[in-house]
């Protein structure tokens, strides 16, 4: 599975961006996804995440709100709506999935997209 992070920019405080996550070699439907997010120097931290039927979304505490998870399993797709960016949003952001064959769990991560969050 190859995952490819887009959509990310700079923007002011307040804006809003939209991240798409592609997924290709394999369907990620069966599979659960989801976004983190990296500064350097600091750990990789959870931002979202959604089942593989959207039937259930997880967010961190920091997002609770102002982001959105969501993907199209036709399109082989994830995606992030961030609204009300502040700069502490700034990093680089991932896109994440297990993928689970034979009872054994593979994780695959994207090369990530950048987001700049001034004030």
């Known amino acids: 599975v190859q995952l490819q992070a887009s959509g990310g920019g700079s923007v002011q405080a307040g804006d809003s961006l939209r991240l798409s996550c592609a997924a290709s070699?394999?369907?990620?439907?069966?599979?659960?996804m989801g976004w983190f997010r990296h500064v350097p120097g600091k750990p990789r931290e959870f931002v979202a995440a959604?089942?593989?039927?959207?039937?259930?979304?997880y967010y961190a505490d920091a997002v609770k709100g102002r982001f959105t998870i969501s993907r199209d399993n036709t399109k082989n797709r994830m995606y992030l709506q961030m609204n009300s960016l502040k700069p502490e949003d700034t990093a680089v952001y991932l896109c994440?999935?297990?993928?689970?064959?034979?009872?054994?769990?593979?994780?695959?991560w994207g090369q990530g997209t950048l987001v700049t969050v001034s004030s």
């Open positions: 994440y999935t297990r993928v689970v064959i034979n009872a054994v769990g593979y994780d695959y």
């Open positions: 959604i089942k593989s039927t959207s039937s259930n979304e």
């Open positions: 070699g394999r369907s990620i439907s069966s599979y659960d």
